[in-house]
C-alpha cells in the first residue's frame, strides 16, 4: 500500500470553473417527463405541443347581462320610442339552447350564456327598462327573488347591430390551433389557457428531487447547545432553500459524522429518493476528509465513467469539489466544500444549473450584469484563481459586502449578488467595470 | 318588496382602480406572527430582530489543513533547510482541544478545528513533507488508512506569521451584533446565517391561506367532457397558481353552481382555513349573479363595515368587482369578475397586493416600467376607464399580445406584461410612451 498522496488524473490539475462546470452540465440530463395534473404542473417545462381541441368559446355567448333579441326589432329604437318586445324567458351560463328568439320577441341573457336561435344581437341590460315598465334600470333582480323578470316584456330604448355584444365561437383560440408549444414553462396565465381548453393533466419534466447532505463532526443542529469545537449546521439548512429557490423538492439530512462507512451507508440510503444529491464538506486535503474518501471509489466497475471524481478548481471561494454519479443509477452527485460561503457560492455556479438542467430549462444560469466597482479600496485576489466576493448591486454599481474569507456568512445574508474577478487579475480598483452574478 | 333594481353606496358610483386598490389595502393587516422551523420559514417575512448569540467562529480555528505550530519553531524554514517538528497528535473539525503544542511541537490539524493551546499559527499541509519524509505533498492520507500520520515527525518547508492560517473567533459575527433585522425577506443566505448562529425557529409572518373559488353552473372540470352551453373551469386553476405565486398556500375550490344556498355554504365551509378568500364570477347585473346575491348582506351586523360590497370600477377589462369581510373572523372576500381574462387581471392588481400585505411584505406590487409602444395601429381605450392590455415586453418596448376581449385567455398565456391605457386616453399611438405592469 502507497502511503503517497492519492492521485487520479482530474486531481493533478487545477481546472477551471467552465470547464467544472461543462463537465457538470454535460454529464446532466433532463429528467423523464411524465404526465402531472394541471396544479402540479406549476413550474415545471412542458415536453409536448398542446393543441386546441376544441374552440374557446366553444358556442357563440353574450358578453353581457342583458336581452338577446332579433336586429330589425330595435332598428330605430330610443328612449323616447322604445322597442317592445315579448320576454320568453331566460338564457343563463350553462344552459343550452331551449328557447327560439322570434320576431317581437327577446330572451333575457346573462353574460356567457349561449345566444338562442333566432337571436342576432345582444342589448346590455343597461339599454332597456329592465321589464319594469318605467326608465333605463342599471342590473337585473336576482332569478331566485324575481321569477317575473323572466318572462312579460321588455322595452329596448338603444338599436344595436348584428352580432353587437356576442362573442364568436373559436374568436379566442381554434380547434387544432397551437395553444402551446413544448419547451415552454407553466406558470399560472399557461395553467389558465390549459384548464380553458379542458386540459386536466399535460406532460411536464417533474421537479427534481434533490437531497442535501451535510458532513461534519463539529456540526450541531441549530437550537442545540454548542459543546467546544463546535459550531452549527447551516449548509444543510440553507442549500435545501437553495434546491427549492431553484426549483427542486429538496430534502435535508443533517449533519453525518465524519465516518466514511456511516456517509456511504447514508448517501446509499437516500439514493432512492434522490434525482441529485448534494454534500457538503469533506472533500479537502485532511486526513479526515470523508466524503472524499467514502465517494471516491463509488463507481460502478462496470460501468466506465462512474464514481466520483474530486478536483481542485481555480476559484475563491470553492478550490476543492467533486463531481461524478454514484449508485446503480448513477444519480448525478456534487461534493461542496464544507465552509458555509464556499458551499454557498458554489451550489450557485455548479449545483443550480445542474438543478435547473434536470427540469429541462434552457435558461440555467443566474442572470449576469457589468457593474461599476463602488468601493473604498481596491479588491484583491490571488492571480490564476476566479474570486467570487459577496456585493450589493444597484442602478449599475457594485459594492463588496464585508470581506473575502470564504467564512464572512454573515456577509453572504446581506448580499444580492457575487462580485467576479477574473483569473488574470490580481486587483480591481473602485470605478472599474467588474462583471456581476446576479442573485435574485 | 321594491321591484327596483338593488342600490347601495358603493355601487352608486364608478370606482378608480386607485381608489379601490386603496380600499383594499386599507382593510387588510399583516397576519399575526408564529414561531417557525427555519425551513418553514423560506419566503417569510421576519418580525423580530436577531441578535447574534454566540460570536462566529465560536473560536479560533484553523483555515487549512495543515499543522498548528509556534512562530519560532518555523522560523528561517525551507525546503532546503526544513524546520523538523514533532507530531503530537491530529486535531480534528468537532474535537475539544485535548492537545498541547509544545516548543518543537506540531499537531495535525483539519480546516475548522480549534487551534490547540500552545499553536501560533497554522502551516497548509502542502508546505509540508506530511510527516513522510520526502519532499512536499499534496494532501493527508485518510486518518483511517494511515492512523500513523497523526505521529512521528514532519517537516516544514516555509515559515509562517502568527495567526497565519487562524480564523480568529468573532471575525464573521460577534455576540450582540444585529445579525438580521426585522422585515427581512428569509431567503436561503439569510437562512443560512440563522442556522450559523444556531436559530432553529424564527417568529414570522406565516404564508396566508388562500382560497379560490370559481362560481358558474357553465363550468367543467378540465379532463370531462363538455355539454352543450358549458364551458372549462380555468379560473381556479389561473388563480391557485397565481396564489401560489404570490407567496401564499393556496386552495382551489371548483366551480360552485349558480345556487346562492350553495355557495354561502361553501363559503362558510371553507372559512375554517382561509386568511383570504378569492371567488370568481356572479358579481356583474344579471339575474344569476350569485356571488353577489349570497354575499351582498353576508356581514356581522353587529359590526359595521363588515360584509361585501359590490362596485363598478372604472377599468377595462375588471368593471365588477366585490371586496368585503366575511364570517365570525371577519375574512377577507374578493369577488373578482368570471372572465378569465378580467379574473386574472383583477387578480394580480388587487389580489395579490392582498396576499403579500398578508405576508407583511412593504413591497407589495408587481414593478411598473416606462416603455414605448411598438404596434401596427394605435390601440383605443374607452374614455374614463384605466385600460389593461396584455402585451410583450423586452428592452424598452413593449408589443399588445392579442386583442382588447376580455375573453381572450390564448393571449393571456403569451403575455409577460400588462399595457395601461389611462383614464384620460382614448388612444395610444405606435411610439407612445406608456405604461407597463411586468409580470415577470
Not at 342589448?123 to 329592465?130: A, I, L, R
Not at 316584456?153 to 356576442?166: D, G, I, L, Q, S
Request: with cysteine; net charge negative; aromatic share 4%.
Amino acid at each position: 500500500m502507497s502511503t503517497a498522496a492519492p492521485h487520479s488524473t482530474g486531481q493533478d490539475r487545477l481546472w477551471s470553473v467552465d470547464e467544472h462546470l461543462e463537465d457538470v452540465l454535460t454529464a446532466i440530463r433532463p429528467l423523464e417527463p411524465i404526465e402531472l395534473h394541471l396544479l402540479d404542473a406549476q413550474g415545471c417545462v412542458l415536453v409536448e405541443d398542446v393543441t386546441v381541441p376544441v374552440s374557446l368559446p366553444p358556442f357563440d355567448n353574450s358578453s353581457m347581462d342583458g336581452y338577446a333579441v332579433r336586429v330589425a326589432d330595435i332598428a330605430g329604437a330610443s328612449e323616447e320610442f322604445p322597442a317592445a318586445l315579448e320576454v320568453v324567458g331566460d338564457v343563463a351560463a350553462g344552459q343550452a339552447g331551449r328557447l327560439h328568439v322570434g320576431p317581437g320577441q327577446a330572451a333575457r341573457i346573462m353574460t356567457g350564456a349561449p345566444l338562442p336561435p333566432g337571436a342576432e344581437a345582444v342589448v346590455p341590460v343597461e339599454w332597456t327598462d329592465g321589464g319594469l315598465g318605467e326608465g333605463p334600470v342599471d342590473g337585473m333582480r336576482a332569478r331566485s327573488l324575481a321569477p317575473e323578470g323572466a318572462t312579460g316584456h321588455v322595452r329596448v330604448h338603444r338599436p344595436a347591430e348584428a352580432r353587437a355584444h356576442v362573442r364568436a365561437q373559436g374568436s379566442d383560440v381554434r380547434a387544432g390551433d397551437r395553444a402551446l408549444e413544448a419547451g415552454t414553462v407553466l406558470g399560472p396565465p399557461q395553467i389558465a389557457l390549459l384548464a380553458a381548453i379542458g386540459r386536466g393533466t399535460v406532460r411536464v419534466r417533474p421537479r427534481p428531487r434533490v437531497v442535501v447532505l451535510s458532513t461534519g463532526s463539529e456540526l450541531v443542529q441549530p437550537g442545540e447547545e454548542l459543546a467546544d469545537g463546535q459550531i452549527y449546521d447551516s449548509n444543510s439548512f440553507a442549500l435545501t432553500a437553495a434546491a427549492r429557490d431553484a426549483g427542486a423538492i429538496a430534502y435535508r439530512v443533517g449533519a453525518v459524522a465524519d465516518d466514511a462507512d456511516t456517509l456511504r451507508s447514508t448517501v446509499d440510503d437516500q439514493l432512492v429518493r434522490a434525482d441529485l444529491m448534494v454534500t457538503t464538506g469533506g472533500v479537502s486535503v485532511g486526513a479526515y476528509d470523508v466524503v472524499k474518501e467514502a465517494l471516491a471509489h463509488a463507481g460502478d466497475e462496470d460501468e466506465p465513467g462512474s464514481g466520483v471524481e474530486f478536483r481542485k478548481l481555480a476559484m475563491q471561494p470553492g478550490k476543492p469539489q467533486g463531481f461524478g454519479t454514484i449508485g446503480p443509477d448513477h444519480i448525478p452527485l456534487l461534493a461542496l466544500p464544507g465552509n458555509p460561503v464556499s458551499s454557498y457560492v458554489s451550489f450557485e455556479l455548479f449545483v443550480r444549473p445542474a438543478i435547473r438542467t434536470l427540469m429541462g430549462l434552457t435558461d440555467v444560469h443566474r442572470p449576469t450584469t457589468r457593474a461599476t466597482l463602488g468601493a473604498d479600496r481596491a479588491l484583491t485576489s490571488p492571480r490564476g484563481r476566479r474570486q467570487f466576493l459577496r456585493g450589493s448591486y444597484a442602478d449599475g454599481t457594485v459594492r463588496p459586502v464585508g470581506g473575502a474569507g470564504s467564512h464572512l456568512v454573515a456577509a453572504l445574508a446581506h448580499a444580492d449578488a457575487l462580485i467576479v474577478v477574473p483569473e488574470d487579475a490580481e486587483s480591481v480598483e473602485p470605478g472599474d467595470e467588474v462583471e456581476v452574478v446576479l442573485l435574485g
